[in-house]
């Protein structure tokens, strides 16, 4: 059967336009299918998902200087920017075809394919292609508190005022953010590094969100200094509105806010592109998917928003490379997330890479090497008077590294070389060869290494005693000459 596309591509979200762009540079015939609500404003909108949330609250992180509504409309302009980056007009110039309409999956007498009802002006279209990709935006999900419905909230969203044209909110008064996740935890010291009173709920006993003990430790002690109230084991069970204040009851007792911010997961926008007439087995909301991103039917892959909730845009831009060369070529690209680092966007950042110690543990025992040094003792963090943050190396007896977590100034950038350590399997003896230039963070993988020579002598005595005595000989034969 002949089809019109090589790649269809139902879109919504920055991560679709990035795969829009691949497919066309790998010479493939690409349709990109853009929501009406996205394309109904100026193509400048912001296309609201994952990857926006991420950017805005790293750009009001970074804003020169303001209140809060100033940093907001901050983060405002630098995803305008974004999307002017990757407009529909600079897709049309590359070739791709695109198309204004919703997208659903459907057959028509015996082809499969998707029918875009056009939007106002536009007729609808047939598309077959011989794979799809689904790269939906998303929306908020809103957790299962009781008499949510009946009080004023508000959304990640709405507190960061992506949706266009609507205004910023001051939240002035106390503040009560709902929801474990690294957005929360940027939200909450954002707003108190502005000096707005905020409280974090966190369900878990721990403040850990699936991240390695000690940096979870150094976050919560970080909130805590910038003047954020962390319980931990706690959730929000009912909402009321009472005197013009929204009193939440939690596990352990009722709290007055003026603001109840939700920044909980996100849910794809699937349910409308009719997944159960192209066979795509879903579980809460999300496609499954296999190691090479395809669903059920295996000649639709997905991405994104559309498999996992809150996914770092590195890792979306990873998915797209495998899900697109999969879908044109042969599906013999895994995805392997492991490789791929995880950032939480606060200050300082933290980053992490593979297993977390307690994982490693596990697997290795008694052979597991952690190798830590502190951020404090480079030289960098001297000049700049920032001596918050570590690094710890998780090493087998040979080098090779299982897991890397960091927190400190600029981690996302110097952990990108132990990043591609463990991809191309380069065990830490060979990478801390690699002398960094003065001044600068990668130092502290120098310092690192001398630690794990050291420790790695004491557990082997006989070397250690070996050595001893051949320098305790070569002192004795110096002096006889």
Request: with cysteine; net charge neutral.
């Amino acid at each position: 059967m002949t089809v019109d596309y090589n790649l269809v591509i139902v879109g919504g979200s920055v991560t679709a336009r990035y795969a829009a762009e691949l497919a066309r540079r790998l010479k493939a015939r690409v349709a990109l299918v853009e929501p009406y609500a996205v394309t109904q404003l100026p193509l400048e909108s912001v296309l609201v998902s994952s990857e926006s949330e991420i950017l805005a609250l790293q750009a009001i992180q970074h804003a020169p200087s303001g209140d809060w509504q100033d940093r907001c409309r901050w983060g405002q302009t630098v995803i305008r920017q974004q999307s002017q980056q990757q407009s529909l007009s600079s897709l049309a110039m590359l070739g791709v075809d695109v198309v204004v309409g919703n997208a659903e999956f459907c057959r028509r007498d015996r082809d499969f394919g998707v029918w875009v009802k056009g939007a106002k002006g536009t007729s609808d279209r047939w598309l077959t292609a011989h794979s799809y990709l689904l790269c939906p935006g998303s929306v908020p999900t809103l957790p299962p508190i009781t008499g949510l419905i009946d009080v004023p909230f508000l959304t990640l969203d709405d507190v960061l005022a992506l949706k266009p044209g609507q205004q910023t909110v001051a939240l002035n008064g106390h503040s009560l953010i709902v929801g474990q996740s690294a957005r929360s935890i940027e939200l909450a010291q954002a707003l108190a590094q502005q000096g707005k009173a905020v409280t974090l709920l966190v369900e878990s006993q721990q403040f850990e969100l699936g991240w390695d003990a000690d940096v979870s430790r150094l976050l919560l002690a970080q909130l805590e200094a910038d003047g954020v109230a962390v319980q931990t084991g706690t959730q929000a069970l009912q909402a009321k509105w009472i005197d013009g204040q929204v009193w939440v009851q939690t596990t352990h007792r009722a709290i007055a806010v003026d603001h109840l911010i939700l920044a909980t997961q996100r849910q794809p926008l699937l349910g409308q592109m009719n997944p159960g007439a192209a066979q795509i087995e879903m579980q809460d909301g999300l496609a499954l998917v296999n190691k090479k991103l395809q669903t059920s039917n295996h000649c639709i892959y997905a991405c994104g928003d559309a498999i996992a909730a809150c996914l770092p845009p590195n890792q979306m831009r990873s998915q797209v490379d495998v899900a697109v060369r999969n879908g044109l070529f042969l599906p013999t690209r895994s995805q392997h997330d492991s490789l791929i680092a995880k950032q939480i966007n606060t200050v300082p950042p933290a980053v992490q890479l593979g297993s977390t110690e307690a994982e490693a543990r596990k697997q290795w025992g008694d052979r597991l090497h952690v190798v830590q040094g502190q951020v404090g003792l480079t030289n960098r963090a001297a000049l700049e008077q920032r001596s918050a943050g570590f690094c710890k190396l998780l090493l087998r007896s040979n080098g090779t590294i299982l897991g890397a977590h960091a927190v400190g100034g600029e981690a996302g950038e110097w952990v990108g070389a132990i990043a591609l350590a463990m991809q191309e399997k380069i065990t830490f003896q060979k990478l801390a060869k690699i002398h960094a230039p003065s001044a600068t963070f990668s130092e502290l993988l120098n310092q690192m290494a001398l630690d794990w020579s050291t420790q790695k002598l004491q557990r082997d005595r006989f070397r250690f005693n070996l050595l001893e005595l051949a320098m305790n000989w070569r002192r004795d034969w110096s002096n006889s000459r």
